[in-house]
């Protein structure tokens, strides 16, 4: 095998690796995203159960 050859075969190899390597990265920043509204949904849940209770708590 040429000096050539061996470099494209490498280079081949770097390309798949980066490639998995970016599907990886984009599956866990979809999760992370994923997370994150469902924190902000708790949140926001949380928010207007405690809004209530305290114009609750206000009106008596």
């Known amino acids: ?3 050539h ?3 494209e075969n490498i280079d081949h190899r770097l390309r798949m690796l980066e490639t998995v390597e970016q599907e990886e990265e984009a599956g866990l ?3 992370a ?3 994150l509204i ?3 949904q ?3 849940e949380l928010n207007d ?3 209530g209770i305290v114009k609750g708590t206000l009106a008596n």
């Open 49 to 51: 159960e405690m809004e």
């Open 42 to 44: 708790e949140a926001r």
């Open 5 to 7: 050859e061996k470099w």
């Open 1 to 3: 095998m040429t000096l």
């Open 29 to 31: 920043l979809g999760e």
């Open 38 to 40: 469902s924190a902000y």
């Open 33 to 35: 995203y994923e997370r």
